[in-house]
């Protein structure tokens, strides 16, 4: 069976470029979820211990440092997924005669009223472009990926040394 004589396959640098993009979605998903499970933990754990009117000063000593540790664990993962889900504003790195990469890139040229100007310099250049919006989105699902990865990390600990801290006492 023979192709079609324009029927190519997709850039590597377009299709990695769609590939990140996607990357980055599916990050802000888990990230989001992520979110959501933390909070419904948290929730349902103050409201059981609300409901019992217990406090962590009744601890032990080492019971009540697992506590506070297992605590700020909880806090942390919270900010780390946070932190996952927020947007990124990379700096604009654009001007007058470089091609636009990403919306900041558009905000700025707006600003400084060369927006036409721009996007013809970046049909004049496309792999330029295509390269600036690679790098950062790169950085953007790495900056990601990592806040996920901390905030898993901290969870995990916090849902192991709560617990903990309940049976030591």
Known sequence: MTRAPHAQRPRADVQLLADLRAEIARADGKATVLVGV????????????????????????????????????????????????????????WAPGLPLTYFG???????????????????????????AALAENSRIAARKHFWIRTGLLAFGGSAVLLPVSLLVA
């Not at 217990?54 to 946070?82: D, H, M, N, Y």
């Open 38 to 93: 933390l909070g419904l933990t948290a929730g349902l754990l103050s409201a059981l211990l609300i409901g019992l009117r217990w406090t962590p000063t009744r601890l032990p000593a080492p019971a009540a440092l697992l506590w506070w540790a297992g605590t700020a664990l909880l806090v942390t993962s919270l900010f780390a997924l946070l932190l996952a889900v927020t947007p990124r504003y990379g700096r604009s790195h």
């Open 105 to 131: 890139d558009i905000r700025r040229a707006v600003r400084a009223g060369l927006l036409t100007s721009a996007l013809a310099d970046t049909e004049r250049a496309p792999a330029r472009a295509l390269r």
